[in-house]
């Protein structure tokens, strides 16, 4: 299909007066049903939609997005550019786009140590055997044998200059600078001293001895920087600001081609290193279910990066018509993109407030607070299905809270800081999050565990004493309310400075799990029993900090106090075979937390 655009010359009010043409409209349908299209600022849709109002019988809404458009036309390009593939659908997502992708392989550079020992056993190696076959030559101290070390030693000189990387031929007590040494002074005329005969037959000897030593395997490989490069030009044929479908992506991590061979140099079937293809596959486009379970999206962290995208994404799934919801999600990604125009800058607009977005409103099958909740209840029940030990990081908290105002949520999320730091008081939202914890988790092993009297918390925050709640963390950590500083600062609140008084918050509030289980009804696809198997698993993983475990152990008891006490009785015995299992140093380190979760279950 031809990519070319026939009004990339035209100015911005030339390119919007011929998309309104009869023949304009045809080309605007067209990339509709195509899909191939390339939207790559959020104003670059507006013709599209108003095409599509028109093929859907709106023309009254139509004409008046035209005319809201039509003050703008002389300095914004209202239209979409054609592109080679189709414009992925709202359900497809990256994790990094081609160029980002191309940017991480730029700056692989050569491992030192790596490159070192190559040098050494490329470079050096050769010419060191090269000079142990001069010295066992039978023709040596003759005419010819001393020209030919002189070579030897200009090479050498040669050699030194090219190669920095490696220092060992630099050790002058190394067995081929004696050799060296003893050339040096035999190409000069010079007898050798008893010592230095005797230094010369060890050396000798000493090499003759160690040259049958395999060289290691991945010495004989090309270096991960040079197959970064290859990998980097593949990348150079398909558009910068989006991710590619599956083949493509495996064509970018195959192994190198027989013609890629020919131009680089690089030996043809080479596989692409592990590291080097993370970053490529990284690009593929496909639903974060797919992107999670082949390892793409390694963390919860990693997928708080991607939550804003996600929401837009799963926000534009609920358009009933295919091409306006493929439309409706280039929008959402264009929000995100580098290429912004003066306009959409000035415009501080969210995607779902523009103009040709609001026009096509009504044909979302969910009004805005319905969309934001269902949005909402997919990606925290995502997150904690793919992460059950971790909970929702700090970012992935932020973006939800923006989603729960949107979604007219009774009781806002927690986000820190968890108190104010002038009057030290806690926030508001901690102690709803702590009565949402306290109604929840009442009579629950999560309050046995844990020794927390979730009706006095209750009272507590239902009576709004910050102060109270405060100390009570205080108390739980062994700590003071407020952090003593030098005398010209004011004393800061434990709750803002001091981890364990905070872990404590993390613990009466539950980190706005108990919030989103009672008012936006996560109910994670695998079951709390499975989500309370997989913390055990991150608890006691070979690579657990002690604060990893910790983390991990607070959401296994809490997902194992929403089991049914049948599936509690049978994850506790799981817990105790596997337990049996461990390697002793994760035993022990699990040992004390593992006989108090007995004891109170």
Not at 114 to 134: G, I, K
Not at 169 to 181: I, T, Y
Not at 534 to 547: N, R
Request: charged share 25%.
């Amino acid at each position: 299909m031809d990519t070319t655009d026939p009004l990339v010359d035209l100015p911005p009010a030339e390119v919007f007066a011929h998309c309104l043409t009869d023949e304009g409209l045809a080309r605007l349908r067209s990339l509709l049903d195509s899909g191939r299209y390339e939207v790559r600022a959020p104003e670059e849709a507006a013709l599209l939609v108003v095409a599509w109002l028109l093929r859907a019988g709106e023309a009254d809404a139509a004409a008046g997005l035209v005319e809201e458009l039509r003050p703008h036309a002389h300095e914004v390009r209202f239209a979409p550019r054609p592109a080679g593939l189709p414009s992925p659908g709202p359900e497809l997502v990256h994790r990094r786009t081609v160029g980002e992708a191309a940017a991480l392989l730029e700056r692989r550079g050569p491992d030192a140590a790596v490159e070192a020992q190559r040098e050494a056993l490329t470079v050096w190696r050769p010419y060191e055997d090269e000079l142990l076959a001069h010295w066992r030559r039978e023709d040596a101290h003759g005419p010819q044998w001393t020209a030919d070390g002189a070579l030897l030693l200009e090479r050498y000189r040669s050699l030194a200059a090219a190669h920095t990387r490696c220092t060992g031929h630099l050790d002058p007590k190394s067995n081929a600078a004696v050799l060296r040494g003893a050339l040096e002074e035999a190409v000069a005329g010079r007898a050798p001293s008893p010592r230095a005969a005797g230094l010369l037959r060890h050396a000798v000897d000493s090499m003759t001895t160690k040259r049958e030593k395999a060289r290691p395997p991945y010495l004989e490989r090309p270096g991960h920087h040079e197959l970064a490069a290859l990998v980097r030009r593949r990348l150079s044929a398909h558009p910068v600001d989006r991710g590619l479908p599956e083949d493509a992506v495996a064509a970018l991590v195959g192994p190198v081609t027989a013609e890629e061979s020919r131009e680089s140099g690089l030996p043809a079937g080479t596989v692409i290193p592990p590291a080097v293809r993370e970053i490529a596959a990284g690009v593929l486009d496909a639903p974060v279910e797919v992107l999670l379970e082949r390892g793409t999206i390694p963390s919860a962290e990693v997928l708080a990066e991607l939550a804003p995208r996600l929401i837009a994404t799963y926000d534009a799934r609920g358009y009933a018509d295919a091409p306006l919801r493929t439309l409706i999600g280039a929008v959402h990604r264009a929000s995100r993109s580098r290429y912004r125009s003066h306009w959409s800058h000035a415009y501080h607009a969210p995607a779902s407030e523009l103009p040709w977005v609001r026009a096509v409103e009504r044909w979302h099958r969910d009004g805005p607070a319905a969309r934001a909740r269902a949005a909402l209840t997919w990606l925290t029940e995502t997150s904690l299905a793919a992460f059950p030990g971790t909970g929702l990081p700090v970012l992935l908290v932020y973006t939800l809270s923006g989603v729960a105002d949107r979604a007219e949520l009774p009781t806002p999320l927690l986000t820190e800081p968890f108190a104010n730091d002038f009057s030290g008081a806690a926030s508001p939202r901690l102690l709803d999050a702590a009565r949402h914890a306290a109604e929840l988790l009442r009579g629950t092993v999560y309050e046995r565990y844990y020794g927390v009297d979730f009706a006095a918390l209750r009272d507590t925050a239902e009576a709004d004493d910050r102060e109270g709640f405060g100390r009570l963390c205080a108390e739980r950590a062994g700590r003071p309310v407020l952090v003593p500083q030098p005398s010209h600062w004011r004393p800061r609140p434990a709750l803002t400075t001091d981890q364990a008084v905070m872990e404590q918050a993390r613990i009466l509030t539950t980190c706005n799990l108990a919030t989103l289980v009672r008012e936006a009804g996560i109910a994670p696809g695998p079951g709390w029993a499975a989500l309370a198997r997989a913390a055990f698993t991150e608890a006691t993983a070979p690579a657990a900090t002690a604060k990893r475990t910790a983390r991990a152990w607070r959401h296994l008891l809490f997902h194992l106090s929403l089991c049914e006490r049948t599936e509690q009785s049978l994850v506790l015995a799981w817990i105790d075979v596997e337990a049996a299992r461990l390697p002793a140093r994760a035993a022990a380190r699990i040992a004390m937390p593992l006989a108090q979760l007995r004891l109170v279950a």
